[in-house]
C-alpha cells in the first residue's frame, strides 16, 4: 500500500483544481425534479411557505410589542385621545348641526362645554339626591349591617369577642399595608385624571373643529400611491367608531333605565345614583356591569335585607341577559359585523394588555381592523392624483377631486357588500 506524501496535492483534487469561471454554453438550469440537484439541500415549498410567514408574524410581533409599550409609557397622551376620538364620533352630527348656523370654532365650543354641562348636570343632581337621602341611608345601612352581624353570629356561632377581634386585625392590617403610599399614589392618579381630563377636552376641540385638516394631515403622511386607499380606509373606521359609540349610548341608557326603575320600585335608597352608575359603567364591557350590578344588590341588601336583595339581584341579571342576548346583538353586534366569540376575545386581551382602558377600546378597536381589513383585501387598489404641496391640508386637497371621490365610491362599495346591500356602480364615462 502506497501512502501520500505529507503536503502532496490529493488524489481526488482540492480548490485549486475548481474552474474559474462558469461555462456559458451547453449548460442547462436544473428544474425542481431534476435529478442532478442535491435532494439533501432542496427545502419543500411549504417549509418555505411557513418559514417566511413566521418570520415576517416575528417582525410583525416584535413592532406590535414596541407600540404597546410605547402606549404604556405615553398612556397619560394616549388615552385622552382616544377618548376624545371616541367623543368626537359621537358628538360629529351635533357639532355639524351647530355648524349650520355658527362658525366651525364656536361650534365645536358650544359643542364641549354643552357636552360638559350635561355631564356634571347629572353628576350634581345625582350628588343633591345623594345629600337629600345620605341620613336616611346611613340609618338604613347601619340597620343592616347590624342585621348581617347577627345573621353571621347565630349561622356560623361566632360571639361578639371573636367578631371584634376579627375586624380589629383587619383594620391593622390594613393600616400596616402603607397607608401613605396609598394616599400618594391616589394623588398621583388624581393629577394625571385632571392632565388627562383637560387634554382630553383640547383634542375633542381640534377634533370637532379641524378633523378634516388633521385628517388631511394624516393621508399626506402615506406615499402618493397610497394615499387614495388611506382615505378611503379613514372612511370606513370612522363609520365604524359612529356605530359603535351609538350603539353604545343606547345601550348604556336602556341598562341605566332598566336597572334604575327597578331600584326605584323596590325602594332601594339612592336608585337615581345607581342608574347613572349602571350608565357610566356600560361603557366598560363586563367589568361595569359586574360592578354596577353589585353595588345596587349591595345597597339593597343593607337597607332592605336578603329578599329585596335577591329580587334587585334577578332584576340586574334580567337587565343584563337583555343586553347581550337581544340589545348587543341587535345593536353592536350588527354595527360591527363580529362574531361574539371575537367580541368576548377581545374584550379579555383588552383587560388583560391595557386593563379597564383596553378592554373600554377592544371592541371598536377589533371592528375598524376587521372592516378596514376586508376594505383593503377585498377592492383593488388606484392611483392617487398629484397635488400641489402649498394646498391646504384636508383630505381632498391632498387627493383631488377625482382620487376623493373615487376613494368615497370605493368605501361606500365595501361598506355595502359587507353589510348585504346593493353594490353603487362605478360612474360611467361622459361620451362626446
Known sequence: MRLPRPGGRPTRGGPSDLPRSLPTTGVEPLTAHDPRGRAEWGVPLGVRTASEWAWRGIVIGAALGVVLWLTTVLSEVVIPIIVALLLSALLHPVHNFLARALPRGLAAFVTVIGTMAVVFGLISFVGSQLGSQLGDITTKVTDGIDQIRSWVQTTFGITDTQLTEYLAKARESMSSSGIGD???????????????????????????????????????????????????????????????????????????????????????????????????????????????????????????????????????????????????????????????????????????????????????????????????????????????????????????????????????????????????????????
Not at 387614495?228 to 333605565?257: C, K, N, P
Not at 337587565?319 to 354595527?335: D, F, K, N, T, Y
Not at 383585501?377 to 383631488?400: F, I, K
Open 182 to 432: 396609598t394616599a400618594a399614589a391616589a394623588g398621583l392618579t388624581v393629577g394625571h385624571l385632571l392632565t388627562g381630563f383637560f387634554l382630553g377636552l383640547f383634542t375633542l376641540f381640534f377634533f370637532l373643529y379641524d378633523g378634516s385638516g388633521i385628517w388631511g394631515w394624516v393621508v399626506r403622511l402615506a406615499p402618493r400611491g397610497a394615499r387614495e386607499r388611506v382615505h378611503s380606509s379613514g372612511i370606513i373606521a370612522w363609520g365604524q367608531l359612529a356605530a359603535f359609540t351609538r350603539a353604545t349610548i343606547f345601550v348604556a341608557a336602556a341598562d341605566a333605565i332598566g336597572i334604575g326603575v327597578g331600584a326605584a320600585i323596590l325602594g332601594v335608597p339612592f336608585a337615581s345614583g345607581i342608574a347613572l352608575l349602571v350608565f357610566f359603567g356600560a361603557f366598560i364591557p363586563i367589568v361595569g356591569a359586574a360592578v354596577s350590578g353589585a353595588v345596587a344588590v349591595l345597597l339593597a341588601l343593607v337597607a332592605l335585607g336578603p329578599v329585596q336583595a335577591l329580587i334587585m339581584l334577578a332584576i340586574v341579571i334580567g337587565v343584563q341577559q337583555m343586553e347581550s342576548h337581544l340589545l348587543q346583538p341587535l345593536l353592536i353586534g350588527r354595527a360591527m359585523r363580529l362574531h361574539p366569540l371575537a367580541v368576548i376575545l377581545a374584550i379579555a386581551a383588552g383587560l388583560i394588555l391595557a386593563g379597564v382602558i383596553g378592554g373600554l377600546i377592544a371592541v371598536p378597536t377589533v371592528a375598524v381592523l376587521n372592516a378596514v381589513g376586508h376594505h383593503l383585501l377585498d377592492n383593488p387598489g388606484s392611483p392617487a392624483q398629484e397635488v400641489d404641496p402649498d394646498d391646504d391640508m384636508t383630505a381632498r386637497s391632498v387627493l383631488g377631486d377625482e382620487a376623493a371621490d373615487r376613494a368615497e365610491l370605493h368605501a361606500a362599495q365595501s361598506e355595502a357588500r359587507r353589510l348585504g346591500q346593493d353594490v353603487p356602480e362605478d360612474p360611467q364615462p361622459e361620451q362626446d
